[in-house]
C-alpha cells in the first residue's frame, strides 16, 4: 500500500494523509458546498478535491459535516499529462473550456485541473454517472 500510495502521491499532489481507495483506480474526493454554490443541488456536478481541508473552505460554516465525499474511478477523468501536456488550469477559462470539450469528444466524466502552484489538483465532474459502481 505505501508503494502505491507513493505513486498516487506523485502523480496526483496527493499527501499521506490523504484518503486513497483500495485500488489504483479509485479515489476519495470531497466537494464543499454553500448556498451560494454555482452547481448546488446538481449531484455532484462540478469541482472536487483530494483534499478534504481545501474543500471545506466551500462550505457555509466551515464544517467538515458539509463536505460531501465520493468515490471515482480514474479511469474516467481525463487527464491530460497522460497525454505529455500540462494540466489546465482551474483559473482560466480558456483551459476550462478546452479540456471539457476534450474530455467529452473522448468519452470521459470529468476533467483533472490544476489550482495552482503549492494547491492541491481538482477534478471537474461533468457527468454524474462517474458515481454510479
Not at 499521506?16 to 481507495?21: E, G, L, N, P, Q
Not at 458546498?33 to 449531484?43: D, T
Not at 473522448?106 to 490544476?114: D, E, H, N, Q, T
Request: glycine share 8%; charged share 25%.
Amino acid at each position: 500500500m505505501q508503494s502505491f500510495m507513493k505513486k498516487i502521491s506523485a502523480h496526483y499532489s496527493v499527501s499521506a494523509k490523504y484518503s486513497v481507495c483500495g485500488t489504483a483506480s479509485r479515489l476519495k474526493i470531497y466537494r464543499g458546498e454553500s448556498s451560494s454554490s454555482e452547481n448546488k443541488g446538481k449531484g455532484g456536478i462540478g469541482y472536487w478535491s483530494i483534499d478534504p481541508e481545501f474543500a471545506v473552505q466551500f462550505t457555509q460554516t466551515g464544517q467538515m459535516k458539509e463536505v460531501m465525499v465520493r468515490e471515482i474511478d480514474l479511469s474516467r477523468i481525463y487527464d491530460a499529462t497522460k497525454d505529455g501536456d500540462k494540466l489546465p488550469s482551474a483559473n482560466s477559462e480558456s483551459d476550462f473550456d478546452h479540456a471539457i470539450k476534450t474530455a467529452k469528444e473522448k468519452g470521459f466524466y470529468g476533467v483533472r485541473f490544476s489550482e495552482g502552484r503549492n494547491q492541491p489538483d481538482s477534478f471537474y465532474i461533468f457527468n454524474k454517472n462517474i458515481f454510479k459502481s
